[in-house]
C-alpha cells in the first residue's frame, strides 16, 4: 500500500471500499475537510476522537471508515494517511484493513534557510503544507545569517531597516533582501499550527552574525562600520562577547522572538564561528580574564551559556549546532544539532548522549544536506542513514529526531527550492516517523511513487525519482559542479581568512 511514512502495522482483512460521490468526510477540523471534499456529518468516512495506544488507527471496511485519534494531530495524520490510500482519486476503492500508527520520533523537521535567498510568506506556506502531507512536525526557520536579518525586531528596527538588504549576490551588483513583518510570522506560525507543525526559529550567534553587525556595528569588536555580506562563506565581522551591548540587544531579540513564535524549541546556532577578531579585543579580553578561560572555544561557551541564561525566562529549551560542545561547557538544558561529520564531533555527540544525557537531533552534512546534488547527497543514501549509527551504541536514546537542513546559498528560484527538498526530504520524513528496522529501499521508492501525486496537485515541483540516485560518472560530474559553485560564492578573503585563522589565545 502506498503510504509513506511506511507505518507502524497494518492488518489487511476482505474486501475493500468505495471512496466515492463527492468525497465529503465528517470531521470538525476544516484542515481535514480541507484535504477532502469537504465536511459531511452523515458521510461514512469519520474522523473521531477516543482512547488509542497509537498515534492513530484508521479502520477501512467495506461500509465505511473510521479512524480514531486521541487528539487532533493524531486524526490529521489518519487524514494525510488516507489521503495517500486513494492515490489522488476521489473514486478509490480503498483496501479493507487497519493501519495501527505512532512515530518513532518526536522531532522530524526540514529547514530552510531564508537569509542567502529570502523567500516570501506564500513559498513557506506551500514548503509547510507539503511537508504536513508526509507528517512532519517541525520546520526550522533559519532567520538570521551574514548574507541577511529576516524579522522585524521593533525595538531594534535597523535589524530590518540596514541588516535585511544586500547589495548584491556574488558580485552580481543586484541587490537582494526581504524580511517578514510580525503579521506575516503570525499567518506562518498559524498556518504551520493548523497542519501540526511547529516553527522552530534560528538566530546564529555568535558567528553568522554580519547583517546584525551591519545594523548595529556597536555589537563587533571593533565596532567598525560593515555591510551585510554580498559574498558567502565564513566571516569574521561578527558579535563582541565582553561588551555589555550585546547581551541588551539579544534580550530584545529573544524577547520578541518568543513572542513570535511559540515553539519550546529555539536555536542559537553556534556554528562556524571565525573567532579572529575576539583574538585582537580587550573587551573579550578582559571577559577571558575574569572568567579564567583556557581558550576562544572557552570563550565562546561563556557567550553561549550566558545567552541560554537569557533564555529561560521565556522557557524555551535551546538548541545548537554540534560545535557548542567544542568548549566542553555547554549549559546541560541545550538539546545539539549533529551536523559534521568528522570523527571527533561524533564523539562528543556521543558523550553528551552518554554522560549527560543530552538530545540530539541527526542532521549529518553528508547525506542529509538538500543543497548538495543527488549525485552527491542521493536518495538511497540519504534512506539508507540510520540516525544512532555514527553515534554508537546505546546513543538512540538520545536521539530527539532527524532534520534536513536545506541552505540557500545558491538556491536563488522558488522551483530549485522545492527540487531540491523533494522527493529527498520524504526519505528523512520516513526515518522520522516508521519504527527502526524495516528499512527497504525498493519498496520505499514504489511507495514514493505512488505519492507523489500530492505534489503534483499542488503544482509542487520535484526531481523525478529515476534521477535521484544517479551513476559514477554524473555523480562526479555534479559534485565537480557543485565544489566550483561553492568556491565562486566565497569572498576569497574571508575564505583566506577562515583557512588561516588560528585559535591563539587573546593576549591578555
Ligand atoms: C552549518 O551547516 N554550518 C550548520
Ligand atoms: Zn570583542
Redesign the pocket.
Known sequence: MNILPKPFRIEVSEGSFAFRADGKVATDLPVIASLFGGADAGSAVKFVKGETEWDYVLRITSKGVTATARDDEGLFHAAVTLLQLTGGSLEADLPACTVYDKPRFGYRAGMIDVCRHFYGVETVKKLIDTMALFKFNHLHFHVSDDQGFRLRIDALPKLHQIGSERKGTCGDGKPHGGYYTKAQIKEIVDYAAERYIEIVPEIDLPGHTRAIVAAYPELSCSGKPTEVASWFGIHSKILCTGKEGVYEALDKIFAEMAQMFPCKLFHLGG??VAKLEWAKCPDCAAVYRKEGLKNLEELQGYFTNRVINMLKKYDKTPVL?NEALNSGMLDKSAAVQY?TTDRPSAERVAKAIAEDGRKVIMSR?NPYYLDYPCGMHSLKAMYKLEPADELGEGSEKGILGVEC?L?TEHIAQEKELFEHFYPRALAVAETGWSPKGVKDYADFEERLKGVLFLLDRRGVPYVPVAECNPGKIKSALSAAAFGMKMQRGCDPTSARNWRSMSLKQPKC
Do not use: F, V
Request: aromatic residues 42%; contains cysteine.
Open positions: 556554528d562556524e549546532w551536523w552534512c537542513p541552505w
